[in-house]
Structures are given as structure tokens and as C-alpha cells.
């Protein structure tokens, strides 16, 4: 018992010194770093849909499609960037041999509503869309390949969640639509097509200037 009354005035003692050590908010350094902006790839499906084009007896099959984007980050919701996908074949379902593809590069600005750990974003997008088709026989007549390019406009949302190594993985849906995919021997106008894709999104950051 001799020995527990200094030791406790000893133990108040310290308490003064020991609460002035405490870092507050204004004490604590500065970040190094900043998130500059994503890259984000994908892979799926690209579906036609209305008209001829998406037609279900005459019109053209799914597509695989992959994609690539690139954007910087604005503030904590708005960021813009270009993206780009690039549907494989379309193939015909009433003409046996007959096949388009669609390549797109589309600037774009992207909303992100983080929700906890996870991400949801809507997109708007506009730009240019290159179209080829293939070689083909129809009622005995040999027709030569064909492209063309049209503008467009995309829109689509979507939600990443932690996936690997730091980066984000979820389900993106996106709907573009090509104001006119006409040429010599296909006369389409106006398609659509749906694109569902897993995406896998991954932050750059960079180090804050001194």
C-alpha cells in the first residue's frame, strides 16, 4: 500500500503531458497524393436492338465487345474523359455470311457517387462510330465489303465495388446509338445497340507538386 499512493500521483502527473501530445486535425501532415483520374476496361456483350438491325428474324446477332477509357478526375463527383469499344461481328441472322463491325471513340463525362466502399456512376457520351462490313452473297450476287462512320451519342450507368489489388470491378450498361450506318451495300439508318459489360476500374494517383 506504501508503494500505490506515489505511484498513482505519479500516473496523474503524466496525464497533462501525455493529452498535449495528442495530434489534432490541424496538426496532422499534409497528403502527398491525389487521385488524378481512372482507367477502366471491360468486356461483354453489345446487343442490337429496334429496327431492322436488332430485328429477331432478319437483323444481326450479339456481339462480343471490348472497351477502354481513360478519364481525369474533376472533384469528388464529376470527371470526363474518351473512351472507345470495339464490337468483334454482328453476324446476319436471314444473310449467311454477311457481318458488321463497330468501332467507337466518344469524349464522355462521367457522374461517381461513392457509397461506402463502393461507386455508382451515370456517363453521357458523343462522337464518332466506324462501321465495316464484311464480303457477302445474297440471291446469287456477290456484294464487296463496306464502311462508313456517323456520329452518335451513348448513355449509361453503372456501379464498381473493391475487386483486386486496389481496383474496382462491377457491371456497366451502356446504350449507343449511331444517328446513320448506311453505305453502297448496307442501308441501316439510325442503330442502337445495348452494351453490358463487366468493367474493372483502376485509380491513378499522382504526387501533389511541392
Keep these: ?51 431492322h438491325w436488332g430485328d429477331k428474324t432478319v437483323g444481326f446477332k450479339t456481339s462480343p465487345v471490348l472497351s477502354l477509357a481513360a478519364s481525369k478526375r474533376v472533384d469528388e463527383v464529376l470527371s470526363y474523359g474518351v473512351e472507345s469499344f470495339y464490337a468483334q461481328k454482328f453476324v446476319n441472322r436471314g444473310i449467311q455470311g454477311l457481318t458488321v463491325k463497330i468501332f467507337s471513340f466518344t469524349p464522355f463525362v462521367r457522374a461517381s457517387f461513392p457509397v461506402g466502399g463502393d461507386t455508382y456512376y451515370g456517363v453521357l457520351g458523343a462522337g464518332i462510330y466506324q462501321w465495316r462490313q464484311g464480303p457477302y452473297t445474297a440471291g446469287g450476287t456477290r456484294y464487296g465489303t463496306d464502311s462508313g462512320s456517323s456520329a452518335g451519342i451513348s448513355l449509361g450507368a453503372g456501379g464498381s465495388y473493391p475487386f483486386w489489388w486496389g481496383t474496382m470491378a462491377g457491371l456497366d450498361l451502356r446504350w449507343h446509338h449511331i444517328i446513320n450506318m448506311n453505305g453502297s451495300n448496307l442501308k441501316l439508318g439510325a442503330v442502337d445497340t445495348l452494351n453490358i459489360m463487366f468493367a474493372v476500374n483502376y485509380s491513378v494517383w499522382k504526387d501533389k507538386k511541392k
Aim: proline share 12%; hydrophobic share 45%.
Design 1 to 51: 500500500m506504501r508503494f500505490l499512493l506515489p505511484a498513482l500521483l505519479l500516473a496523474c502527473s503524466c496525464l497533462p503531458a501525455g493529452a498535449q501530445q495528442l495530434p489534432g486535425l490541424d496538426d496532422l501532415p499534409e497528403p502527398t497524393r491525389y487521385l488524378a483520374g481512372y482507367i477502366t476496361g471491360g468486356a461483354g456483350w453489345s446487343m442490337p436492338f429496334g429496327g
